[in-house]
């Protein structure tokens, strides 16, 4: 990207003077935005937990798969009260199939320390990401999508946006040079409903996954890009594949057990066995990350 991002101001704020180029680039992301805008459930909501929960789902997870799950989670868990107040068997249990069983677990610790504190999320950048599980790009997610503030939502489709269309010959682009454009480009309020934060965000996230469909993966040339390691018979795989044996298990079963169902799991697939000792790793890995307990022999959630 060539030429200064603003050329009257380096704050962002409401008399931030865009460069010819990044004016252009907004104009142009905002009509994509209208004509690519996908009407989704949570985006109807502007309530900070509905949203909270949109987003960490939608994490790692595509949103054919979200739409559907993130309704029956909310009959499930309404509100931030009814999931600090469920167990984590509970939990667990609705969030199986979504992947990454630590961020339900985190979900549910901030939920509780939520409610510990009033019951209300924070608005503020620093009250959110002090909550576990809470990073910046979730933060600025909740700030925009349920209260229309703005700030630095720098996730893979808008990351994949501002390549294409401001780097787009350019290599492992850092992140750091991405974050002051995705703050300078951000509306600071929503005096104007056509261009507000909450309105932005949705034309750079729906105008990013067109992107993908359409041309290589921009995000591919991000600093940032990581190539997931293979899941199949993986050890987060295995660790999966025990926390749902436990959850089957709800009063508590013995290693051995659980070494078996896991096997009988493992030959279904045309992979070896998994043995007791790995089965007793696993279980005190969990354990020490809060997922499970051992009590006279046996584990439970």
């Known amino acids: 990207m060539s030429g200064r991002p603003i050329e009257e101001n380096p704050e962002h704020g409401p008399e931030a003077v865009l460069s010819p180029q990044l004016a252009s680039f907004r104009s142009r992301v ?19 937990y509905e949203v909270w929960i949109s987003e960490v ?41 979504m992947g990454y069983n630590r961020r339900v677990l985190s979900l549910w610790h901030a939920a509780q320390q939520v409610v510990s504190m009033g019951g209300e999320l924070p608005s503020d950048v620093e009250g959110l ?50 974050v002051p454009l995705v703050d300078v480009c ?36 991000s600093s940032t890009h990581v190539r997931q390691s293979r899941f199949e018979g993986s050890h987060r795989q295995r660790r999966a594949m025990l926390v749902r044996a436990l959850l089957a298990h709800g ?26 000792d790995e089965v007793n790793a696993l279980l005190e890995e969990l354990s020490r990350e809060g997922f499970c307990s051992c009590r006279e022999g046996r584990w439970a959630i």
């Not at 349920?146 to 682009?173: C, I, M, S």
């Not at 409903?193 to 750079?204: C, G, K, Q, S, V």
Request: net charge negative; hydrophobic share 40%; with cysteine.
């Open 251 to 276: 009063e508590g079963a013995k290693a051995t057990e659980l070494a078996r169902m896991l096997s009988d799991e493992e030959r279904l697939h045309g992979r070896a066995d998994i043995g007791e």
């Open 57 to 97: 789902m939608l994490q790692q997870t595509q949103v054919s798969r979200v739409d559907g799950r993130w309704q029956r989670w909310l009959e499930r868990f309404p509100n931030v009260r009814s999931l600090a107040s469920a167990d984590a068997a509970s939990v667990l249990d609705e969030w199986q199939g």
């Open 186 to 221: 951000c509306p600071p309020d929503a005096s104007n409903p056509a261009d507000d934060p909450r309105t932005w965000y949705f034309a750079l996230l729906d105008y990013g996954a067109w992107l993908k469909k359409m041309v290589p993966n921009p995000s591919r040339r």
């Open 129 to 178: 990401v002090a909550l576990p599980g809470i990073g910046p790009a979730t933060a600025a997610g909740i700030r925009a999508f349920a209260l229309d503030l703005p700030g630095v939502y720098l996730e893979t489709n808008v990351r994949t946006v501002f390549l294409h269309e401001l780097f787009p010959e350019a290599q492992k682009v850092p992140d750091r040079e991405l």
């Open 30 to 48: 905002l009509e994509r935005g209208v004509d690519l805008y996908r009407d989704l459930p949570w985006r109807r909501s502007r309530d900070p």
